[in-house]
C-alpha cells in the first residue's frame, strides 16, 4: 500500500477515536481522581473544561481551600459541611446504619423520616466519625530514604512502617493534629494528611425510604434515576471548638469554610466537579489480575449473592420486623452484587483484558528495549506465572468468604473464640463471671439485627452450593456433620439452629450468667462453632498462605510494574489509583447513550419518580405526604417549570466512597451530591469508557425541597447559604 493510502485512513482512525471521546458538543470526558495538593497541575485543563475560579480556591494551605469542606464520613463515605455551625450533607446510605440503630418499630425513621426541630432534637450517634482534612504533604523522599526499590516488600514494609510511625508522630507533634501516611501510585510515592477526627456527631434530618432509598435496589447503580439520596447530620465540638468525645454538653462545631449552595440550576454541557474520598481503584494492573476479577472473584460473588439475596428477601416481604433487621445488611449486599454485574458487562463490552494485552505487548517491547531499567522486561512474565498458579485458590477462598463465611451463625463463630480466650485467662472465678457476662452484653447489637428461621434458610441455600462447587475440597467437620445427617441439608441445619447457643442472644446470656472456666467445654462442643473452627483451621492450612505469598510478590511485581508505565509515558500525567485519600475529579454534566436506541436525559424530575409509584412494591412507594405535594404543585421557591429537579449524570470518574461527596459547579458551588454511577460503567474501577461511565449526584433544589415542604424542617435553611449565581 502506498504511503498516501495510508495517511488518509490513519488519520479516519485518529478522528474516529477522538469522536469516541468526544460528546457532539465537543465536550472531552476527563478520567483521573487527583490529588488536592497536586490541583495546581491540572489548572490549565480544568480551566478549558470550564473551572472559572482559581485552584488555589480548591486546595491550599491557609487553611481557606474547600478541602477544609469536605470530609470523610464514617469509615467509607463522603460528606460536606454546608453551614457555619457544622451541619453536613451526606447520603441517605451513608446515614443508614445510624438511622438504623435510632429507629425502631415504634419510631420508625425509615418509614417516617426523622427531622430535627431543633438543636435540642438532634439525636447522638455513638462510635461515628467526621474526619477533616487540613493539609498534605508529599514525604516519598523521607519514607523511601535509604530503601532499596529492588528489595521484596516483605522486607521493605517493616522498614517502611517504622519510618512511617516515626514520621507520623513528628507530624502530630509539629501540628497538634492527627497525621496519616499512606501509599500512592502501589508504594511508589507517600503522602501525609494533616487531619482532625470529631467524635460527637449527630441526626438532624433523615428522609423516608420513600424518598431517601426511593427505587431501592431495582433502580440502585442505574440511570435514569429518581431518589433523594441525601441525609443531615450536625458536627459537634468541645468548647473550644476542637474534637472532643461525645456529651451533652458539646456545641456545633463553628467554621466559616463550608460550601455555599447554588439553586440556580445547570444545563447540559456545564462543569463539574466531585470532591471525596474514593475508596479503591485499579486502573494500573495487568490483564492476568484483571482475568481475576472478570473470572473469579465477580462470578463467584454474584452466584452466591443472588441467592442470599432471594432467601433474604423472602424472610423480609413476610415479616417486618424482619425487614427492619435486615434492611441495612441486605442493602451492603445487594450493593456489591448489582455493581459487579454491571463491571463484568462493562469490561466485556470494552473488551477491556483484550486492551489490557495490547498495552502489555507494547509494554513488552519498550522494557526490552535500552531505555527501560533492567528489571523492566521480566515484570510480566512473572505476574502471568504468579497469576496462573494461583486461580484455583483465589476461587476456593472467594467460595469459602460468599458461601461458608456469608452464613450468620457459622460467623458468629468468632465471638466464641472471644469467650473462651477470656475462659482461659488466669483470673478469679468472680472476675471471669463478670468478664463473660459483659462480652455477652457486647453481642446484643449483633442480635437486635438477627433472625435464625432467615439465616437457617441462607445456611441451606449456601452449603448446597458450597458443597457442589467445591465437592473435593470440604473441611472434614463439615463433610462429617453432613454424613452425620445422612446428606440432608434441611435436617442438618434444623440441628444445628437447635442445638448451638449461637442463635440467640438469650442463649448465650444464659450460658454466660453461670459460666466457669470448666465450662469451655461447651463452648468448644457448640456445632455451630465446630463449623467456624473448622473452616478457620482448613483455611489457614490449605488457602491463606499460597493467597498472602500470592499477594506480597503481586504487590512487589505491581509497585516495579506502576514505576515502569510511568517511566515508559513520562508526558503523561498519571493519577494515583484511589485509596480513601481526598480526591478531585472534573467533567462536564451530560446524558447517557449506552448501547441505544434509548437516550437518556441528563437530568430526572419530581413528577418522573411520581410517575414511577407503585404502593404494592416497598422499593416504589411514594410518602402520601409527596404525593400531596406533586399533585397540588406546592413546590414553593424550589419549581422549575411545573415540577421540581431531581438528579443528575455528569461524567465525573467517581467510585465507591464518593457516596456522598459534593458536587460542584465552575465555582466551586454545591449543585449536587453523589451517589452512584450508572450501571453502564461501573467497570470504571478498572477502565473508564466516556460514553458510558456517570456519576449520579440528587440535585440540591430536591435536597432543600424535601428538607423544607416533606420534613417541615426549613430552619435549617437559615443557616445554610444560598445563590443563583
Ligand atoms: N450504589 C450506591 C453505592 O455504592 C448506593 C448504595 C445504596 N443504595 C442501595 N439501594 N443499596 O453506595
Ligand atoms: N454509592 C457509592 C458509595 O458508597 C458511590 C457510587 C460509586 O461507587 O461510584 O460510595
Known amino acids: ?42 489548572e490549565k485543563d480544568m480551566k478549558e473544561t470550564g473551572l472559572q475560579i482559581p485552584v488555589e480556591l480548591l486546595y491550599n494551605e491557609n487553611g481557606t481551600g474547600i478541602n477544609n469542606s469536605v470530609v470523610l464520613f464514617g469509615k467509607g463515605c463522603t460528606g460536606e459541611i454546608i453551614s457555619g455551625s457544622g451541619l453536613l450533607l451526606t447520603n441517605h446510605h451513608c446515614g443508614y446504619g445510624s438511622a438504623q440503630r435510632l429507629s425502631s418499630e415504634k419510631k420508625d425513621f425509615f418509614a417516617n423520616g426523622f427531622w430535627a426541630q ?33 528489595d521484596n516488600d516483605a522486607s521493605r514494609d517493616t522498614l517502611i512502617a517504622k519510618k512511617i510511625t516515626a514520621l507520623e508522630k513528628e507530624y502530630a507533634a509539629s501540628t497538634h493534629l492527627d497525621a496519616q501516611i499512606k501509599p500512592y501510585f502501589t508504594g511508589n510515592q507517600y503522602w ?123 424472610h423480609m416481604t413476610q415479616n417486618r420486623e424482619t425487614f427492619i433487621k435486615y434492611t441495612a445488611k441486605r442493602a451492603g449486599v445487594a450493593n ?20 489490557k494485552q495490547d498495552f502489555e505487548t507494547s509494554f513488552q517491547k519498550w522494557a526490552d528495549g535500552s531505555s527501560a531499567p533492567q528489571y523492566a522486561s521480566f515484570l510480566l512474565r512473572k505476574m502471568n506465572t504468579n497469576a496462573s498458579s494461583i486461580d484455583d485458590f483465589m476461587k476456593r477462598d472467594q467460595y469459602v468468604k460468599e458461601c461458608l463465611l456469608a452464613i450468620e451463625l457459622i460467623q458468629q463463630g468468632a465471638e466464641i473464640d472471644k469467650l473462651l480466650s477470656l475462659m482461659r485467662l488466669n483470673i478469679s472465678a468472680d472476675a471471669l463471671s463478670d468478664t463473660i457476662k459483659k462480652a455477652a452484653d457486647g453481642l446484643a447489637g449483633f442480635y437486635k439485627n438477627y ?102 510478590n503481586m504487590r512487589y511485581l505491581n509497585r516495579l510494574y506502576m514505576h515502569s508505565q510511568m517511566a515508559m509515558d513520562s508526558k503523561r500525567s498519571f493519577y494515583p489509583d484511589a485509596n480513601l485519600t481526598q480526591r478531585i475529579t472534573y467533567g462536564n454534566i451530560k446524558g447517557l447513550d449506552p448501547d441505544g436506541p434509548a437516550k437518556y436525559s441528563f437530568q430526572t424530575k419530581l413528577g418522573d419518580a411520581i410517575a414511577l409509584e407503585d404502593s404494592t412494591s416497598e422499593n416504589f412507594k411514594v410518602p402520601a405526604k409527596l404525593k400531596h405535594l406533586y399533585k397540588t404543585k406546592d413546590f ?85 447559604k444560598l445563590v443563583r449565581k
Open 336 to 355: 456489591g452484587w448489582k455493581k459487579w454485574q454491571g463491571e463484568v458487562l462493562g469490561l466485556k463490552v470494552n473488551n477491556v483484558i483484550k486492551k
Open 451 to 552: 433472625d435464625a428461621p432467615t439465616d437457617k434458610d441462607v445456611f441451606i441455600t449456601l452449603m448446597s452450593l458450597y458443597f457442589i462447587t467445591n465437592a473435593n475440597t470440604l473441611p472434614p467437620k463439615f463433610q462429617a456433620q453432613y454424613l452425620d445427617h445422612k446428606q440432608d441439608m434441611k435436617a442438618w441445619a434444623e440441628d444445628l439452629f437447635k442445638n448451638s447457643i449461637l442463635t440467640s442472644a438469650d442463649k448465650i446470656k444464659e450460658f454466660a450468667a453461670k459460666a466457669k472456666a470448666n465450662d469451655s467445654s461447651i463452648l468448644l462442643a457448640d456445632p455451630a462453632y465446630q463449623l467456624f473452627a473448622d473452616l478457620k483451621t482448613y483455611r489457614a492450612e490449605n488457602i491463606t498462605p499460597r493467597l498472602k505469598e500470592y499477594t506480597t
Open 636 to 720: 414553593g421557591r424550589w419549581a422549575v417549570n411545573g415540577d421540581v429537579p431531581l438528579a443528575f449524570v455528569a461524567m465525573n470518574h467517581t467510585s465507591g466512597g464518593n457516596s456522598g461527596s459534593p458536587t460542584l459547579n465552575s465555582k466551586g458551588q454545591l449543585i449536587g451530591t453523589n451517589f452512584d454511577r450508572a450501571y453502564e460503567g461501573t467497570m470504571s474501577d478498572y477502565y473508564f469508557d466516556p460514553n458510558r461511565c456517570r456519576n449520579i449526584s440528587v440535585d440540591i433544589r430536591y435536597t432543600l425541597f424535601i428538607i423544607e415542604k416533606l420534613g417541615g424542617a426549613g430552619w435549617l435553611l437559615n443557616e445554610m
Open 192 to 314: 501525609v494528611a494533616i487531619t482532625e477526627t470529631f467524635k460527637d456527631i449527630r441526626l438532624v434530618g433523615f428522609p423516608p425510604n420513600g424518598v431517601g432509598a426511593f427505587g431501592g435496589d431495582d433502580e440502585n447503580w442505574m440511570w435514569p434515576r429518581h431518589t433523594g439520596d441525601f441525609s443531615l447530620f450536625r458536627v459537634y465540638a468541645g468548647a473550644d471548638n476542637k474534637p472532643a468525645e461525645a456529651a451533652a454538653a458539646n456545641k456545633p462545631y463553628q467554621t466559616n469554610q463550608f460550601l455555599s449552595l447554588n439553586i440556580g440550576g445547570y444545563k447540559e454541557g456545564d462543569f463539574s466537579m466531585v470532591y471525596g474520598f474514593p475508596g479503591t481503584t485499579m486502573e494500573y494492573i495487568s490483564s492476568f489480575e484483571l482475568n481475576q476479577v472478570y473470572n473469579i472473584n465477580d462470578p463467584i460473588s454474584i452466584q452466591a449473592r443472588t441467592k442470599k439475596l432471594d432467601v433474604w428477601t423472602r
Open 118 to 150: 431543633n438543636l435540642q432534637e438532634e439525636l447522638p450517634c455513638p462510635g461515628l466519625t467526621v474526619t477533616f482534612i487540613r493539609k498534605m504533604e508529599n514525604v516519598t523522599n523521607r519514607v523511601l530514604e535509604g530503601i532499596n526499590e529492588m
Open 1 to 42: 500500500m502506498s504511503q498516501k493510502r495510508k495517511l488518509p485512513l490513519l488519520l479516519t482512525k485518529c478522528l474516529m477515536i477522538f469522536t469516541l471521546i468526544c460528546n457532539q458538543e465537543g465536550v472531552i470526558a476527563k478520567e483521573g481522581m487527583w490529588i488536592p495538593a497536586t490541583i495546581k497541575s491540572r
